[in-house]
């Protein structure tokens, strides 16, 4: 729970409602409903329990975290545009959400989004910002609804290997066994996973399998990280597995990121009032500390080589961006591999994590920063845009393409990946054009690894300290076209991005190392990004991101609004079957014909997926699936039995 109010009659309110652990049913104390339940009636405007006026905002850092926190104070909180300042130490709004260059000199964007239907705060934020080339009236999300839809998405070479050749990636490849190791990670106890790894639950089989390849290169996740997330991401995710091979889960913007959702977002925040001030880095809070509370009195700023103070007022609220995944990014071309100048174990103090520092140094309830970037080596991959005129390249491109890659269409529908690559390295074309003033005969193609410390298969060196022209040259090589390097290498420009914290917010964690969105006490704090402690969320998604915003807000203007939990769809027993069916390689699992058999003339039938032709009668298959679990009966009953054992115990430890 991010923060509780007291409401009518002393009952509290929970802004952050954790729909997985808490029994909801109606009541006459209780007239919300589910907070995972999103819905019309979750559209309202609470009128703010304490006055707004003469209140000041201040919001450490434009990313999309603290651009939200604006919009969710102006729409649902009711205060002036001109009350709320943003400070951000870049010269450029919009945080990780880049885009940036032109033809001439190479486009470059360090990273990009891909979402589904169910982000729930995205949606509800970008249904009311009007979209830059539509008319008046028009939404972002009508835009990006009228993409897609008209122009579904889905990959023809998600994986490919031995130079060129598409690797089968119909199915996850997961034996039995293997797919039972997912299983009992589903049904494990988050609280049981604290600082375990990735690798040291599953089996080296498992990491070798087409869903891990799928899995990690989708998310980014190394072997090497938090086994915790990875199970949260599952939980999210779980109705959209069955897309996970093609890609056909997935929808994307029409531009870039930052094209697509930073301009008309900080238009709409312009055009109300909100002020932006570049060059200012926070990096540290002054506090009045009075028994367990703590309020904020000041703001600590670096601008133009000078220290400077911004007084807070007790009635003013802060937001605080803790860390960031694209700190101290260290960039390169075409002939220039990226230099880092940040420390393997510590960033110093010009940065973006210093605030953060500081924060933890006052209390343990803002959490330990170190747990994140202490490891640049296990949290670092690089990055390649490419800016690309017709050449052997995209010629190669147009094969592995959904559609002409000229087309304003879907193109790849997301990355390839090389699973044969030393480095893991996928390549991606979105649709065309990528920027907005794009011209029509330039392609823009994004690429990322995520093993640095291995040696290319066709350069024999590290990514880190390759140029971008020998990238393109391995890049080549894995797409079959090494021999015509040249050509594309005198057609295209490359520019790179090696980013050293780029997946911190994975490293493995335990309880207490994140702080809550409002650490405990503070009165006119609120903690914001990919840092923080929420109930069920993911990390590194848009979503997530807006939605600590959104706790924040919520929670520091006792709006008496609730913000919604991650969607249900993990619970809806239609998307367990279907994700059941995925998990066993596109066949029917264990038990599934039994209940076709059990449900099948009943009104249930039609949550249960079509089974594929079978030799013989539906009802011989039945029973041979009878047979083949009762032969098993000795074990399960073992295995109930030393539940029981273990359950017994538990109870008796607490006598």
Known sequence: MAGAHPGEEGRDFIVEADASAAYWHHRPDNTLPPPDMMGAYMRNRPVPAQRVEGRKAWIIGSGIAGLAAAFYMIRDGGMKGEDITILDALTIEGGSLDGAGNPEDGYIIRGGREMNWNYDNLWDMFQDVQALELPEGYSVLDEYRLVNDRDPNYSKARLMHQQGQI??????????????????????????????????????????TNFWFLWRSMFAFENWQSLLEMKLYMHRFLDAIDGLTDMSALVFPKYNQYDSFVRPLVEHLQARGVKVRFGARAYDL????????????????RADGKDE???????????????????????????HAPVLERGQHD???????????????????????????????????????????????????????????????????????????????????????HFPEQPKDVLVLWAYALLMDKDGNHVGKPMPACTGREILSELCYHLGIADQCEAVAAKTKVRLALMPYITAMFMPRAAGDRPHVVPKGCTNLG??????????????????????????????????????????????????LKAARALN?????????????????????????PLPDLEGPPHGSAQLEMKHLLSRRHQALNAISASFEQIRGRLGSHK
Not at 286 to 301: K, Q, Y
Not at 529 to 542: A, C, K, L, R
């Open 309 to 335: 103070v911004i007084p807070i007022e007790s009635k003013d609220v802060v937001f605080a961006l803790t860390g960031s995944m694209t700190e101290g990014t260290a960039y390169g071309d075409m002939d």
């Open 585 to 609: 390689n596109n066949e029917p699992f264990p038990g599934e014909r039994l209940l076709h058999r059990l449900l099948g003339r009943t009104y249930y039938a039609h949550i249960l997926p």
């Open 347 to 433: 960033p110093g103090e010009d940065s973006d994590w210093t605030l953060w520092k500081n924060l933890a140094e006052k209390s343990p309830i803002f959490g330990k920063p170190a747990k994140f970037y202490g490891d640049t080596e296990k949290s670092m991959w690089e990055s390649v845009t490419l800016t690309c005129e017709p050449s052997p390249l995209v010629e190669r491109l147009k094969e592995l393409a959904v559609n002409d890659p000229y087309s304003g269409k879907t193109v790849t529908g997301g990355i390839i990946t090389f699973t044969d690559s030393n480095w893991v390295l996928s390549v991606t074309c979105n649709r065309q054009p």
């Open 527 to 576: 903690l914001m990004g990919q840092f923080v402690e929420t109930s069920n969320d993911i990390i590194f998604t848009m979503d997530s991101s807006i939605r600590t915003a959104r706790v924040a807000v919520y929670t520091l203007l006792d709006l008496a609004k609730q913000v919604p939990d991650i969607s249900p769809v993990q619970y809806d027993i239609r998307n367990l």
């Open 167 to 208: 690797r089968d990636f119909s199915r996850f490849g997961l034996t039995k066994s293997q797919q039972w190791e997912l299983i009992r990670l589903l049904l494990k106890r988050k609280e049981d996973l604290d600082d375990i790894t990735i690798e040291q639950y599953f089996s080296k089989g498992f990491l070798e």
């Open 286 to 301: 002054a506090m009045r500390v009075d028994g367990e509370t703590r309020t904020v009195t000041g703001i600590h700023i």
